[in-house]
């Protein structure tokens, strides 16, 4: 499946070179060495890097619950919309009252015109 490679003359120069560095000692540079030899500007500070974690943690899905519930991709139906129709049976469900509520609302109410009124004829006799 493999052919081994015929030697060339560029083989024993690459050879040389890879003996060259490979034999040369690398020592780690300390961290403060480091950042004085890159540019001021090249890096940039620390909370450039949280900002942007947290500017990606906001942005991304404010801006996927926009596309899902508020754009406008016309009147035909599309995939967000049975999202679209929860989201609007859920307001509907909190913004309205049940029978039971409404039935409690004019009961309060009649209690207190009646109160009204009679608190109205005592103070007139």
Known sequence: ?????????????????VVKYSSQKVTPKASKDRREDTPSGSRPTPWVYSTSVGLRLVLIPSGLLYAVFFADFGDREHVFMPPRRWLQRQRD???????????????????????????????EG
């Open 1 to 17: 499946m493999f052919r081994p490679i015929r030697s060339s003359p560029a083989h024993p120069l690459l050879r040389r070179c």
């Open 93 to 123: 469900a909190f913004f309205s009252i049940t029978p039971e509520e409404r039935r409690l609302v004019e009961e309060s109410s009649t209690s207190q015109i009646r109160e009204r009124s009679l608190a109205g004829a005592s103070s």
